[in-house]
């Protein structure tokens, strides 16, 4: 009774998450706004449910945080605020995954980082006027690293994984690569670029045509700094044949 109980309780903490997303979204279509403490309370609602812990809370968590980047640069571009989503983010995507997590374990994780990841591809492609040196640096430091070195983890589940496991792999590698895509180019060193390029390929070869496309959009993005950075353009090429069939 008390599970049933709990569960109840969390489909309405959800429900509730889910309509408030939807009313903030639609806070830019009100003529005279909002009044400021409402985006901030939904702030601090949204770092509350992460801190809880739980799958249903971190998607609900950045479900609110994608809601709240609809208020654009004005909102989103105060100090203290892209303060507090960058520790959000840091939270979910700084900490690196242990190795020999069991694969339950590791299906939350990956579905978990590919939400995180998403609301911060979706700040990247709806503010890029804030993606800045001082934002991508720490990024790079201290986000994609430990992120980086799941797909090394991912990878060695690939012929063992069960269908969840290879759904979750494939989302979290998604919004990984969309977010090297939506990186400046000044950004993707050879290092970064040959981190990311042979997993990429792999992809290429092993998975379907669908996730192909979100593959050959990073690697197209970053072909553009090639000729500075020594990017592998042989495996752009190679990404490029196979996904043209």
Known sequence: AQGAARARALDALCAHAHGTAALVSAIGDVPFGCPAELPAA??????????AGGERRGASCWMLVCALL???????????????????????????????????????????????????????????????????????????PPNLAVLAIVRAHADVGTPTLQAAARAFRAQLYDLVAQLPA?????????????HALADVLLDSAGHCA??????????????????????????????SD
């Open 42 to 51: 939904v702030l601090s609602s949204a770092s509350a449910l992460l801190s």
């Open 70 to 144: 609809t208020l654009g640069v004005d909102w989103a571009g105060h100090r203290a605020r892209l303060a507090s989503l960058y520790a959000l983010w840091r939270s979910a995507l700084g900490a690196r995954v242990p190795k020999g997590l069991a694969r339950a374990d590791l299906e939350a994780q990956l579905r978990a980082r590919a939400d995180a990841l998403r609301s911060l591809v979706t700040f990247c492609a709806r503010l890029p006027e804030l993606v800045t040196a001082g934002f991508v640096k720490p990024l790079l430091l201290q986000l994609l």
């Open 186 to 198: 000044g950004a993707l060193s050879a290092r970064l670029l040959n981190a990311v390029v042979p």
């Open 214 to 243: 979100h593959l050959v959009r990073a690697l197209l993005g970053a072909n553009a700094a090639a000729d500075a950075r020594a990017l592998p353009v042989g495996a752009v090429g190679a990404c490029l044949l196979y996904t």
